[in-house]
């Protein structure tokens, strides 16, 4: 079962505008991570941003998160045309048992149009 | 950089045959994940090891799937017999500590005919 769901599934954009992708989850949840999938490749972990935080920055990446609302956003500023790409959402809840995999989406394709 | 490792990158296999997938995950990483993503879909998650041991398997649908980790180090996912429905793309990953994310392999993308 999927638990994050993006939005929007597909964004195209112009080359040196903002990508702004959303994030919505269904239950409490430790952590929400932010992965990237360049086409037939494996992710490449983004960013993560913790349950007790609101916002995190990492470059030209900014992520949100409302854990009232259960959902999260992540920002691309100045999109270059390298950023085409797959991006997901993914939740971490950790058992007591020890585990912690993730919860993935089925995640936003951004196209950047130079 | 350190990268997880995962052989082989591409494996077409007939219906009913078995097939392997092997893992080399970031050395030091004790956590180690199995996904499978389904072409247009998000990664689920098959099993999780700590160590040599299994915390995760119960979206592993074991009557074809096995796992391993004998060492604690590499590990190996098995399907036997293979099915139309398991043509997807298995993704390992690894972990030092859940509070700063994965590192994923490249995947092998199973096509089965």
């Known amino acids: 079962s999927q638990q994050g769901e993006e939005d929007p599934q597909a964004l195209s954009i112009q080359e040196g505008e903002n990508a702004t992708m959303n994030c919505s989850y269904k239950?409490?949840?430790?952590?929400l991570q932010w992965y990237r999938q360049n086409s037939g490749r494996g992710l490449v972990h983004l960013i993560l941003i913790r349950s007790n935080e609101r916002e995190k920055h990492s470059g030209r990446l900014r992520v949100t998160l409302d854990t009232s609302k259960k959902s999260s956003s992540l920002l691309i500023t100045a999109s270059r045309a390298a950023d085409t790409a797959s991006y997901f959402c993914a939740t971490a809840i950790y058992s007591g048992g020890g585990a912690d995999g993730l919860t993935f989406g089925k995640g936003t394709h951004l196209i950047i149009q130079p | 950089e350190a990268e997880v490792a995962q052989s082989p990158r591409y494996k077409i296999t007939e219906k009913s045959q078995a097939v392997a997938f092997w893992c080399d995950p970031i050395?030091?990483?004790?956590?180690l994940y199995w996904y499978r993503q389904i072409l247009g879909q998000g990664p689920e998650l098959l099993v999780q090891f700590q160590d040599e041991s299994v915390v995760d398997d119960s979206q592993l649908p074991k009557d074809r799937f096995s796992a391993e980790r004998l060492k604690g180090v590499d590990s190996t996912l098995k399907i036997q017999p293979a099915e139309l429905g398991d043509s997807a793309m298995y993704l390992c990953a690894s972990s030092f500590d859940r509070n700063y994310g994965y590192t994923f392999g490249s995947g092998t993308r199973l096509t089965v005919v």
């Open positions: 239950t409490s949840i430790n952590n």
């Open positions: 050395s030091g990483h004790a956590t």
